[in-house]
């Protein structure tokens, strides 16, 4: 069986057609989303309905809590108020928020495979490819394999269980790369095969349309993207 994990989109639809255009030639059995799909980019709804309409499995991610006005584990209050502003700038459907709210916070699949956002327990936090041991203890025992994605770096570590957590780097914002990364996995049984793949997108579409749209976080999303 062969999954492809495409995860935090951020908005970014040229990343994102480009990645769409690579899993074309993979010959995927399914379509994993890690979450995150509008928040931040010019292209938040567009990008919510191609993946929704492409029925891919999806769960929920931070920032598709946030997109719908709704700032929860966000303490101060002026961040509050920046992410209120930037959800209303995206300006979702209701019927999209409905959908995101509805998204569940993990997907088991065949073979042991466990998808989500953050971690098994909360799509709000995660920890970094270099985290002390005690940091990726959610994980233990979840399944043989957990994806995750919400730190938009591409890796894998072995938990001292035995458990393999793989992050699939992130198609719209990546901070490992200038391209866009998503996963491809094969299972077989019980062994896998993780292929990290890398895809070029129009970098400069996608920074012009950004600080085109007056969005209040637009700073941001350049900042993350690596522009100036």
């Known amino acids: 069986m062969r999954v492809a994990i495409v995860s935090d989109i951020h908005g970014n639809l040229p990343a ?18 890690g979450g995150d799909i509008g928040w931040g980019g010019p292209w938040a709804s567009e990008c919510i309905q191609i993946v929704r309409e492409a029925g891919w499995t999806t769960v929920r991610g931070n920032t598709d809590v946030w997109i719908t006005g709704d700032p929860q584990t ?114 077989r049984g019980s062994d896998y095969s993780l292929v990290h793949r890398r895809v070029g997108f129009d970098r400069s579409k996608v920074t012009d349309a950004a600080r085109a749209s007056g969005n209040p976080f637009s700073e941001r999303f350049l900042q993350l993207l690596g522009e100036p």
């Open 16 to 33: 994102l057609e480009a990645v769409i255009g690579d899993l074309s030639k993979q010959g995927a059995d399914e379509i994993w989303c």
């Open 74 to 187: 966000v303490d101060d209050e002026g961040d509050r108020e920046l992410l209120r502003a930037t959800a209303q700038a995206h300006a979702i459907t209701p019927e999209d928020a409905r959908w995101l709210m509805n998204l569940p916070i993990g997907h088991t699949g065949p073979g042991s495979m466990l998808l989500v956002h953050g971690t098994p327990d909360s799509p709000f936090e995660a920890p970094l490819p270099d985290a002390p041991v005690r940091d990726f203890r959610p994980y233990e025992s979840k399944a043989a394999i957990v994806f995750y994605g919400h730190v938009h770096l591409a890796f894998t570590r072995r938990l001292q269980d035995g458990t393999l957590v793989c992050n699939s780097g992130s198609v719209g914002l990546p901070a490992d790369a200038p391209s866009a990364s998503y996963l491809i996995v094969d299972q």
